[in-house]
């Protein structure tokens, strides 16, 4: 980087300029996405593991809990996605983690850049991924028989509610890679979080089937709200409340984990 480009990046008290800044996430963000081609096992994460789900749940457990696989997939196609996307937030939090303790994010940090461009960089590029899991999940769930009746508008705006509350989770996952000491202990952290509010949610099953004490429990459960908001546009049904809820679920996870993020950030740099 040259002088030039980096005295036209700084604003007069020293400090990057917006515009700069935002170039440079995108950047930070291109080269998260870039490191797929150094990483294959990164795309079979993404791609692969998605693919295991949709298969697993809507042949193995279709029959028993619909009747028939088809008929299981129109509902549960939903809350598998929604799981898959709590899932990949854990690569979040792993793979900064590990460029955490090999020292990565001090050698960016050293360079003339916005010091959050790194971090937003990446949670950029891990919502892409995102996206690129969910149409695939999308499609083949087509393949095997789930239609979107809620046509081309119902799906992008499914799209974006769940790359929405994907961004404000992402902060959770900020949060737990900075504080955990090594790889194997994010995964621990991240399963104890995601395992009981995905299966203690309608993502797999009618809230109505489960017993009364839990389903006090369910219908709040914010997997619950962005399962049936998010099954509810790809079907064309009328799901305000679900996004409404969801959308506040998002904020409130934004507004709390966010900032215990940012500090952890800075106080590692020290």
């Known amino acids: 980087m040259t002088a030039t480009t980096v005295t036209g990046s700084m604003s007069h008290g020293g400090r990057v ?15 998260s996405l870039v490191s797929v081609k150094h990483n294959p096992l990164e795309l079979v994460d993404y791609s692969i593991t998605p693919i295991m789900f949709v298969f697993l749940f809507t042949y193995v457990f279709g029959g028993q809990m619909a009747g028939s696989p088809r008929e299981y997939l129109q509902y549960a196609l939903a809350g598998i996605i929604v799981q898959n996307t709590l899932f990949m ?35 950029a590029a ?7 899991a969910m149409i695939l999940m999308v499609a083949l769930g087509m393949l095997l028989g789930f239609e979107v009746t809620g046509g081309p508008a119902g799906f992008a705006a499914a799209a974006l509610l769940l790359l929405v509350f994907a961004a404000a989770v992402s902060w959770t996952a900020v949060l737990i890679g900075m504080v955990a000491g090594d790889a194997e202990k994010v995964q621990v952290y991240a399963f104890t979080v ?18 009364g004490w839990l389903q006090a429990w369910v219908e709040v459960n914010p997997v619950t709200h962005l399962s049936d908001a998010f099954r509810g546009l790809l079907l064309g049904n009328p799901v305000s409340g679900p996004i409404m809820w969801s959308l506040l679920w998002a904020a409130g996870i934004a507004a709390v984990f966010m900032p215990l993020a940012m500090r952890a950030y800075r106080t590692r740099g020290r």
Request: glycine share 2%; no cysteine.
């Open 17 to 31: 300029r917006p515009l700069a800044a935002l170039r440079q996430t995108a950047t930070m963000a291109w080269r």
């Open 126 to 132: 891990d919502l892409a991924k995102q996206l690129w």
């Open 89 to 123: 937030s854990m690569y979040t939090a792993m793979s900064l983690n590990t460029d955490l303790t090999k020292g990565v994010f001090d050698r960016l940090r050293s360079l003339p850049i916005a010091r959050s461009a790194p971090l937003f960089g990446r949670i």
């Open 194 to 211: 995601i395992f009981p509010i995905t299966f203690t949610s309608s993502a797999f099953a009618e809230v109505s089937t489960m017993p």
